[in-house]
């Protein structure tokens, strides 16, 4: 076959892209690239979420929670732990940096995805609202609890991270996460994924365990999740357990429903677009020309997200790129109606 | 040899309700056997115990010898034994071919270097897949639809596709809950045709439950009558069609009985 390697040219690409444009990244006026970071790593929050939710029709409210985990872990090893590396590297180099900003994300992700099958397991045998529920809890668990823990400044924040994030690591990760779930998807656990989220018992009855596929799911989101929280944490190089809410988890079920559920590019766009928005919106609170009405709304984020989401539901329920039906958006599970003829007994 | 499938004094209950009880029942390899009763009689709690959707109260279930009673229905479909859903259960996302294709997961390798590093095995997996899947959906002339997603479908297609995922998972015996349900009777000739064309070919058992006696009496080789949970006959069709307490279940006691009862 031809196109067996375009998957991984297009990530050498993104990942060659990224490189070239962190080399100007001294150009950038430094609030454009932290919004240009903001960016990558929303994508990455959002597609990782989209594997929970849109692919295995898990509805998981806990992101911000596993994000967290993995913006405190990352964090305290790189400020606290790193030491004993820079020495036995010789010192701070590009080199060294490299390596302790990377064991320090990869430690996050790991420690997130720890939490993902400590979550994923119990909640296993719970669907739709329930597990919702659960995993809302999950994440004020984990905020509550870093707010009480001293080691990483409770609801003082944590504050003195390097700032080791950069384009170049924002975009690789966000290219990274982005092939490893479409390479899943396109293979014998996308079938997995999509058959837990459109009929479980029939999945079990052909012999698709629907455990393994969940937690994978769990483990996998809760990974890039983390990961993407050490990238935050060494963006604005302060963290406070507040700012992993679950309003924080909301944002990034929005930007999964706007792409669309089960669609990869799309969810990265609507990353990109709701990000943007967000943005924008705190100049539009800032112009004094306008209707003291509008730039009161425009200064909480929250109305605009939710007018947007309403729009969204009325007019484009599949999300902006959806391209399933209706009825599979997410985790609804129906049967097709029977097309002509007499009834038939449903359940 | 012992038989294919064997349920020994199954009971199964739902609080104070009891839905099967004390059912001894028997499938040999090759068989095609008949499950019938009137609505409410537990014939799919039979198949849900069977295919571990529910665990029976009491009572042994084995397959091949093995007991499997209790395991997970993921399980018990590896060990050979394979469903269709009274109401279709397909998977409405997908296509035909890949409602077929996800049936095939039992039989792969999953190791997660395959999928991501796509490696040359994973390429010659999924087309060795691709192939059977194919001739598959052809074999039953579902290939022409492939593409399509699976509630495009007609009725009657739809039953056959969740007949030929089950076969995807290649089984030892094929459970099939009301398959004529909703069919006019063109379709319950041509789905009469095709179950015993699927049993020929594959080579299977068939344990059957419907509602429909033209069919059961077509195809089955044997026939059990359960009512409210009790097996009340068995034998061949014409044997069961002829008991008394087959005909008081379905049609009601004879007049001269109940005028007795009532004096």
């Known amino acids: 076959m031809k196109h067996r390697h375009t998957k991984q040219l297009a990530l050498a690409g993104a990942l060659i892209v990224a490189f070239i444009g962190s080399q100007f990244a001294g150009h950038i006026n430094p609030y454009y690239l932290q919004v240009i970071l903001f960016i990558g790593i929303n994508i990455t929050l959002a597609t990782s979420l989209n594997l929970i939710n849109g692919y295995t029709g898990q509805f998981s409210l ?195 429903i706007l792409g669309g559920m089960g669609s990869t590019v799309g969810v990265a766009f609507a990353a990109v677009l709701l990000t943007l928005l967000l943005e924008y919106l705190r100049f539009v609170a800032g112009y004094e020309w306008l209707p003291d009405l509008v730039r009161r709304i425009a200064s909480n984020r929250m109305i605009i997200f939710s007018l947007v989401l309403i729009a969204l539901m009325l007019l484009r329920p599949q999300g902006l790129f959806g391209a399933l039906p209706r009825t599979g958006a997410g985790r609804v599970r129906t049967t097709p109606k029977p097309e002509p003829g007499p009834t038939i007994n449903t359940r | 040899m012992p038989a294919l499938l064997e349920l020994n004094q199954c009971t199964v209950q739902f609080g104070g309700l009891t839905a099967v009880s004390k059912l001894d029942l028997q499938v040999g390899e090759n068989d095609l056997v008949g499950l019938i009763g009137p609505n409410g009689a537990g014939k799919t709690t039979v198949f849900n115990i069977i295919t571990g959707v529910y665990r029976p109260t009491s009572g042994s279930i084995a397959f091949e010898g093995k007991p499997i009673a209790g395991l997970k229905p993921n399980v018990i479909a590896g060990r050979g034994v394979a469903r269709t859903f009274q109401n279709i259960r397909l998977f409405p996302t997908l296509t035909v071919f890949d409602n077929v294709r996800a049936a095939f997961n039992l039989r792969l390798k999953h190791r997660l270097a395959h999928a991501l590093l796509r490696i040359p095995e994973f390429y010659r997996e999924e087309a060795d897949v691709a192939r059977q899947v194919r001739e598959l959906l052809d074999i039953f002339d579902l290939g022409r639809f492939a593409d399509l997603r699976c509630g495009n479908l007609s009725y009657g297609d739809q039953r056959r596709l969740e007949i030929v995922r089950a076969l995807a998972t290649k089984p030892e015996l094929l459970l099939l809950d009301e398959p004529a349900a909703g069919m006019n009777p063109r379709e319950k000739e041509q789905l009469m045709e095709l179950i015993k064309f699927v049993k020929k070919k594959f080579e299977i058992a068939v344990l059957l439950v419907e509602h429909d006696m033209k069919v059961v009496m077509g195809i089955c080789e044997r026939v059990t009558v359960l009512d409210y949970g009790v097996k009340i006959a068995e034998g061949s069709p014409t044997q069961v069609q002829a008991d008394p307490k087959v005909q008081e279940a379905y049609l009601g006691e004879p007049a001269k009985k109940a005028e007795e009862r009532n004096a």
């Open chain 1, 62 to 256: 806990g992101h911000a929670g596993f994000m967290a985990i993995g913006a405190y872990a990352s964090a305290f090893l790189s400020t606290e732990k790193s030491a004993g590396v820079f020495a036995a590297l010789g010192g701070v180099s590009a080199f060294s940096i490299f390596v302790v900003f990377a064991g320090a994300l990869l430690a996050g992700g790991i420690a997130a995805a720890i939490a993902g099958l400590i979550v994923g397991v119990p909640s296993l045998r719970l669907k739709g609202d329930y597990l919702a529920i659960v995993t809302l809890g999950f994440g004020e668990i984990i905020r509550v609890l870093i707010q009480n823990t001293d080691a990483v400044g409770g609801p003082r924040g944590y504050s003195g991270i390097s700032g080791y994030t950069t384009l170049f690591w924002t975009y690789a990760v966000a290219a990274l996460t982005i092939y490893v779930i479409l390479s899943m998807v396109d293979s014998t656990y996308g079938r997995g994924f999509l058959t837990v989220r459109d009929d479980e018992i029939a999945a079990e009855a052909v012999g698709i365990n629907t455990t393994r596929y969940k937690v994978t799911a769990f483990v996998l989101g809760a990974f890039f999740a983390g990961v993407a929280g050490g990238l935050y944490a060494h963006t604005t190089t302060y963290i406070n357990p507040s700012g992993f809410d679950f309003q924080l988890s909301i944002q990034i079920v929005i930007m999964v």
